[in-house]
């Protein structure tokens, strides 16, 4: 077993070699074509003329320890580990409604001001490592406040709803999340001056979280909704891409595909006719087998993620011409549950593998971001996926083996 001081040796070395492979080529699309956009190109995202594939991360906490002073460093040290490991893409939450401790918006329209410094920020730092960031701005789930906290705002106001799902119907709701993708939308940034809207270190927004709307399995309420808030959204800014923030569950449009799904009867969700909606720039899938088919062996739970990740690509490369992004993707932690260590490695592997095959082909599959990353310090943040480096640099070598393999079809798949 290795030693603390053999452990921070081995990541200090495995930085060292990171800098020095990705630092330097004037192509590295992290370093180049800065206020460059990232845009669609069919079923690619393209980035100054030239295909960008994502290896990325998710750390939803950037906002909340980066708005105290004394944890500050703490986001730092995660977005400069990212750029070590070649990762350019972080998924973060632009949300927290009513939380107890580290509320964003207090209550309908007010806003803390504490914890826009501190998302101000997450960009400002992101930028100066080279990470694109992808913005969530509102949770299906109750964490953070989520639409239930919408919901219960409404109610105060006199509205007669009571279930979390009357946050894709409600009217007097709508308007609250509409304020809400406005005020994040057209916030100045306090350390850069640049607008959120205008600034393309932001690669993309996402409508919510996770949307379910189980009161509804035929899809038509979340269906109306994505259509509504993708238009508002555009209306306001038309230079970021956008995503919805979907597991990836199929739904009634093509009834067969519904056979991938783990468990779920689209939940209210469909995969197909959710990401056919125009102002929808790409599609996106979450992928956690030991939670939705938890009685399940290791082999079937590995031949589900195969199966579910070329579906998606196929539907994506021949339905949506859009491309595909893994936004979340994690097995449990062998610090915090019983599950071995090369077990959650040979998932990021299998992940990894169906995203390089469609994307060395030229196919919709465009990347994906694990979950998640935390840092030596962040314990009371374990949830059981959590990846630090410093514990487990076989999974920071896994990772680090992708950015290298994408980086070279950012260079051998520029377009002439």
């Not at 944890?71 to 977005?79: D, H, Q, R």
């Not at 001001?113 to 992808?134: H, P, Q, R, T």
Request: charge should be negative; include cysteine; charged fraction near 20%.
């Amino acid at each position: 077993m290795l030693g603390n001081l053999q452990i921070f040796l081995f990541i200090a070395a495995s930085s060292f070699t990171v800098i020095h492979s990705l630092s330097l080529p004037a192509t590295d699309p992290r370093r180049s074509a800065e206020g460059i956009f990232i845009k669609v190109n069919g079923k690619q995202f393209v980035k100054d003329g030239q295909p960008f594939y994502i290896n990325g991360l998710n750390a939803y906490w950037l906002m909340s320890k980066a708005s105290e002073p004394t944890e500050k460093e703490k986001v730092s040290t995660a977005l400069h580990q990212a750029s070590l490991l070649g990762m350019n893409v972080v998924r973060t939450w632009a949300f927290s409604d009513a939380d107890d401790y580290f509320p964003l918006q207090t209550s309908p329209g007010f806003y803390n001001e504490k914890m826009f410094k501190g998302l101000d920020f997450v960009i400002s730092e992101a930028k100066k490592n080279g990470v694109l960031l992808i913005l969530s701005l509102v949770n299906n789930h109750e964490d953070f406040g989520g639409k239930k906290q919408y919901v219960q705002w409404a109610r105060e106001k006199g509205q007669p709803i009571s279930s979390p799902d009357d946050f894709f119907t409600d009217d007097l709701v709508k308007r609250f999340y509409k304020h809400h993708v406005k005020s994040v939308l057209t916030r100045n940034n306090s350390i850069t001056g640049i607008p959120y809207k205008d600034d393309p270190n932001i690669l993309a927004w996402e409508l919510i979280n996770e949307p379910r709307c189980e009161s509804d399995i035929s899809g038509d309420t979340l269906q109306a909704w994505i259509e509504e808030m993708a238009a508002y959204v555009k209306t306001i800014d038309n230079n970021h891409l956008l995503e919805i923030g979907l597991e990836g569950f199929y739904g009634d449009s093509i009834s067969d595909r519904k056979q991938f799904n783990p468990w779920y009867d689209g939940a209210g969700t469909d995969f197909i006719s959710n990401n056919l909606v125009a102002g929808i720039d790409f599609a996106t899938i979450h992928i956690y087998p030991e939670q939705w088919i938890p009685s399940s062996t290791l082999l079937d739970q590995f031949v589900f993620v195969q199966s579910w990740i070329q579906a998606h690509i196929r539907d994506s490369n021949e339905i949506l011409g859009k491309p595909l992004l893994i936004t979340e993707f994690g097995r449990l932690s062998p610090n915090s549950y019983p599950i071995n260590l090369k077990e959650r490695d040979s998932l990021y592997k299998l992940v990894y593998s169906g995203i390089y095959g469609s994307a060395k082909e030229g196919g919709a599959g465009a990347g994906s971001l694990f979950w998640q990353l935390l840092i030596d310090g962040l314990d009371d943040l374990r949830d059981g996926y959590e990846v630090i480096l410093s514990e487990t640099p076989s999974t920071a070598f896994v990772v680090y083996h992708q950015s290298q393999k994408l980086f070279s079809l950012n260079k051998s798949h520029a377009f002439t």
